[in-house]
């Protein structure tokens, strides 16, 4: 699975958009982009998946670049409850397969 | 909503002893999964479960951690021996296995080892 970079910490004001950067720079062709986040130690939680569209669901949007090296998750209104740890993971879809975390960037959002 | 749940939520325990984890997966999915997450340290994959077997586990899943599924809907992980370095938050998580690519976690077991 492809290594990703993400930024340590962010802030965002909120109401407005949160936009979280990932590089990918060694994806490989059949490898997906996920995010997930983790709010207080609670159990992480499923965002949104993506290979080489764009993709939007009710929590988030999921920018891919065209060469795919890098993406850039939307919380396009973040509120207080959005701080969490934001996860990029890049792997190839597995039946099954287990998720590698990194460090992931830790989101504040402020009043 | 269907969620995967864990008991205890905290569970503390001496040096040496066994300890079992209890985790309820979703009632439809296939593959089921612990992860460990040490405080301040990342969430990291132990074990994952198939068709009432282990299909992949990480160096951290040794001789002293087991899992089972006894009886149809329970997901346990046990280990045998508690070292002070167990202590941790320990995730329950599963998956439809057909054509999803979302995990579902619980809300996890902290363990605290002393």
């Known amino acids: 699975d492809a290594k990703t970079t993400q930024p340590p910490s962010m802030d965002c004001a909120e109401g407005r958009a949160a936009n979280l950067p990932c590089n990918h720079s060694t994806i490989s062709g059949n490898e997906y982009v996920y995010w997930y986040r983790q709010i207080h130690s609670q159990g992480p939680q499923y965002i949104i998946h993506?290979?080489?569209n764009n993709e939007t669901n009710e929590m988030a949007s999921l920018i891919i670049t065209e060469d795919r090296k890098s993406s850039t998750l939307i919380l396009p209104h973040a509120t207080l409850r959005d701080t969490a740890v934001y996860y990029c993971i890049a792997m190839i879809y597995n039946q099954g397969g287990k998720l590698i975390f990194g460090q992931g960037t830790e989101l504040s959002v402020k009043p | 909503e269907p969620e995967v749940t864990q008991t205890p939520s905290h569970q503390v325990t001496q040096m040496g002893q066994e300890v079992i984890l209890r985790c309820v997966p979703i009632s439809n999915h296939l593959y089921f999964y612990w992860y460990r997450q040490i405080l301040g340290q990342k969430v990291e994959f132990l074990v994952s479960?198939?068709?009432?077997?282990?299909?992949?586990k990480s160096e951290i899943f040794d001789d002293q951690f087991s899992v089972e599924r006894p009886d149809g809907s329970n997901f346990t992980l046990k280990i045998r021996s508690t070292k002070l370095e167990d202590s941790a938050m320990y995730f329950c998580a599963s998956i439809t296995g057909i054509g999803s690519y979302e995990q579902y976690f619980g809300p996890g077991t902290r363990l605290t080892v002393t």
């Open positions: 479960f198939y068709n009432n077997e282990i299909s992949e």
């Open positions: 993506g290979l080489k």
